[in-house]
């Protein structure tokens, strides 16, 4: 804008400049012949004068520039300063001369056929009826011009130069306010009042600008609370499989560290099920798949993000499942264990029963088979009560109102109840604490209770020892079943505690037992809202800590 | 035109990734086919080796029209070229994951195959592989040196099997027929894990400009 501004007023004052030496050496030019013929009537009269004085030899002494001319008035030439008179034609015809034979003056600015050149006359008529003409030989426009060239060059320059500097210093001075507005908050600028609407438009518009970006901001930030909180894994790719957008949990859950720059989604996992996901979503079609992640289990479900009808991107969401997993394994095992375990005595009731029914057993034998019968019924209705139990529990649906109860108490009366089997291994029973109380149903905890005791009189040594201990630590009571039996291996530790998992795979019947003891146990510790802990070191016994 | 280049640069990079997953999916069910007797297995590693086939003529492909048509030079020349190396390599361990599950094909479940580290090498092959393709997707030098390194381990796994092969059929020369067929399983093995060398060193070339397996021949 400077420069175009500068241009402009350059251009301007050198137009202004050209047109004012143009006017100056017309109007000069023109002044010049008017004053060469006021000259030339000057020295028209004085020689005129001379002429009537001293006659004709007054021509001999002068001597000038301009040419004189002495023509009778029939247009003789008398006499000329620079021509030869004799040789010269008749004048009469001239312009000049005819004009003062009548009027007794005349002029003219002509073409002369004697000097081939442009020239003024004037003429005047004496007293004597001749005419005397002087004439001057007009200098042309170029001339004058050329005449005056260096110093009109150097004007001419030194117009240029000045008007250069004063069109820029103008420019820079026009523009400075301009410049100067702060298009952030142009309503404070004081510049020129014609730009006025313009900042005002600004100014609305900045404001405009910045409530969109705040508003923009303000949901990129909950975009960002919302992803960033998300337990769940978030990507968002384009049809490259590029990365455009993710969250924390996704980095952690796909165990990729962030960086920056384009990078592929297939570089952060490209396990099989991750890697059909994104591409059945790039193909246009929804898909969840599962893969596995040093040893833990995630969904990932994938969706295409489709923008004019064709693919864009996809959004992938990733889950860790790992537990759900685990659950769906405990349930198919549950299943297929139940199965078994109910199968088992029922196949030996259903096979003594058949031996008895088909008359192979002597009367004698009998009350031994139907005591087998009988044992095994007896199996299968702890086993379902076991289960109805468990049931219960997972469903909090116990139809028993909790009371309180007294742990110590029931302690004691559950190991007078063991006290036949732990004297059958030599096993000493001991009870140490004081009245406890908690809430709770006194059902289920003595069955709690009995399990613990019992596993620890059954998976103990001969001659071993159980304590139970029942005392109260920062206000909770806290009831504590050691023995010094085999112990649990260290694999298996975290198992024991599930549905008719056992460390003995063999499911020996001589141990008896549902394997749902400790499975109670948890459950029932679960619904008193307390806390099971498990010690155990293989060969040197287990403690069971609940802290209610 | 640049923009165009590099696309594609970025498109030859997820193309490797996609074929390496497939080079570790092969594996995977060869190993599977191998250690669980798994005819399904087998068929899978049969069907990727066909995939990675295919995917190297693509790859292929790109890598010579970036060559013919954008004319890189420097790194991306140093790119293209080691990728056009790599997918050789990553499409032999294809073809030797589905020779390893042919060969399985005709095992029977036999204990005897416990007793040796077979398991081991086709832990320690898969690992190599796996270490290779990372290098390479995560730009990981150090990785890609470890790699070269680690390939030792396979080869005196594979020595160690080769022994307790020979301490089988010595045993009861009736074992002789697994203990062939596990040597060649062995020694597939072996290969892939310097083919998985092979990448990591072209992983080196085209991060640094050096090749390993070149220092001798310079010196």
């Known amino acids: 804008m400077t420069v175009r501004i500068f241009r402009s007023i350059f251009l301007v004052a050198t137009a202004v400049l050209l047109a004012c030496f143009i006017l100056i050496f017309g ?3 023109e002044h010049l012949g008017q004053q060469i013929q006021a000259e030339l009537q000057v020295e028209a009269v004085y020689i005129a004068q001379g002429l009537a004085q001293s006659g004709e030899s007054y021509f001999q002494g002068l001597k000038g520039t301009n040419r004189i001319t002495w023509v009778a008035a029939d247009g ?3 006499y000329d300063s620079d021509s030869e008179a004799a040789a010269m034609e008749n004048h009469a015809d001239r312009e000049e001369i005819q004009e003062a034979l009548t009027n007794g003056s005349g002029q003219s600015t002509r073409y002369s056929t004697t000097f081939d050149e442009r020239r003024i006359y004037f003429a005047t008529r004496l007293s004597d009826g001749t005419v005397l003409r002087v004439s001057s030989a007009q200098r042309s426009v170029w001339v004058l011009i050329m005449g005056m060239l260096s110093p009109v060059i150097f004007i001419f320059v030194l117009a240029a130069v000045l008007s250069g500097v004063l069109a820029s210093t103008l420019a820079k001075r026009i523009l400075r306010p301009v410049n100067a507005i702060d298009l952030e908050h142009p309503e404070q600028s004081e510049t020129y009042e014609e730009l006025a609407p313009l900042l005002s438009k600004i100014y609305h518009q900045n404001r405009v600008i910045d409530s969109q970006i705040s508003e923009l901001q303000r949901k990129q930030a909950e975009f960002t609370a919302i992803t960033e909180n998300m337990s769940e894994g978030f990507l968002v790719i384009d049809e490259h499989t590029d990365l455009l957008s993710y969250n924390t949990s996704a980095l952690r859950l796909l165990g990729a560290e962030a960086a920056g720059g384009k990078r592929s989604v297939l570089a952060l996992n490209r396990s099989e099920g991750f890697r059909n996901a994104v591409e059945r979503s790039l193909s246009g079609e929804h898909s969840e798949e599962i893969f596995e992640r040093e040893g833990r289990y995630f969904q990932i479900m994938a969706n295409p993000v489709s923008r004019e009808g064709r693919v864009a991107g996809a959004v992938l969401i990733i889950l860790d499942i790992t537990e759900k997993h685990a659950q769906e394994n405990m349930r198919r095992e549950f299943t297929a264990n139940v199965s078994h375990e109910l199968k088992t005595p029922l196949t030996s009731i259903s096979g003594t029963a058949e031996i008895i029914k088909n008359g192979f057993v002597k009367p004698e034998d009998i009350p031994h088979f139907a005591g087998n019968i009988y044992e095994e019924a007896q199996r299968l209705i702890a086993l379902i ?27 004691s009366s559950v190991l007078h109840r063991l006290e036949d089997a732990a004297k059958k291994k030599g096993i000493s029973l001991a009870l140490s604490g004081q ?24 998976y103990n040594r001969e001659n071993g020892h159980v304590r139970v201990c029942v005392s109260t630590e920062q206000e909770h009571a806290v009831l504590r079943v050691e023995d010094d039996g085999i112990g649990i291996p260290a694999a298996d530790r975290d198992r024991v505690f599930e549905r008719f998992y056992r460390v003995d795979k063999s499911h020996s019947k001589e141990i008896g037992g549902t394997g749902l003891g400790l499975s109670i146990v948890k459950h029932g510790a679960m619904f008193h809202n307390a806390r099971v802990s498990l010690e155990s070191e293989l060969g040197k016994g287990t403690a069971v800590t609940i802290v209610f | 035109m640049r923009n165009q280049f590099d696309e594609q640069l970025e498109l030859l990079n997820v193309e490797l990734i996609r074929m390496g997953a497939l080079c570790e999916e092969a594996i995977g069910h060869a190993t599977r086919a191998l250690l669980e007797a798994s005819a399904a297995s087998a068929e899978k590693a049969m069907a990727v080796d066909a995939e990675i086939d295919q995917k190297e003529r693509e790859i292929e492909q790109l890598c010579i029209k970036l060559l013919l ?30 020779d390893i599950s042919e060969i399985t094909k005709y095992i029977k479940k036999n204990e005897n195959q416990s007793k040796v580290h077979i398991a081991d090498m086709a832990k320690a092959t898969g690992k190599m592989v796996t270490d290779s393709i990372d290098s390479f997707v995560k730009k990981d030098l150090p990785l890609a040196y470890s790699v070269m390194r680690y390939d030792d381990v396979v080869d005196d796994l594979f020595s160690a099997v080769r022994q307790e092969l020979i301490g089988l059929i010595a045993e009861d020369s009736r074992n002789g027929e697994l203990c062939i067929d596990l040597l060649m399983i062995a020694k597939y093995f072996e290969r892939i894990g310097d083919h998985a060398v092979n990448i990591a060193e072209w992983v080196e070339f085209s991060l640094t400009g050096k090749h390993t397996s070149n220092e001798g021949v310079q010196a």
């Open chain 1, 27 to 29: 109007m000069l030019y």
């Open chain 1, 76 to 78: 003789t030439v008398l």
């Open chain 1, 385 to 411: 009560g076991d289960i109805m139990r468990l049931s219960q529990l997972d469903e909090d649906s116990l139809p028993l109102e909790k009371q309180p109860v007294d742990l110590y108490a029931l302690a």
């Open chain 1, 435 to 458: 009245r406890t109380m908690v809430s709770g149903v006194p059902q289920v905890l003595d069955e709690m209770l009995f399990n613990l005791c019992d596993n620890a009189v059954k």
């Open chain 2, 69 to 98: 048509k954008q004319q890189p030079v420097a790194r991306d020349l140093r790119v293209i070229s080691a990728a056009l190396k790599m997918i050789s390599d990553m499409e032999r361990i294809g073809d030797q994951a589905a």
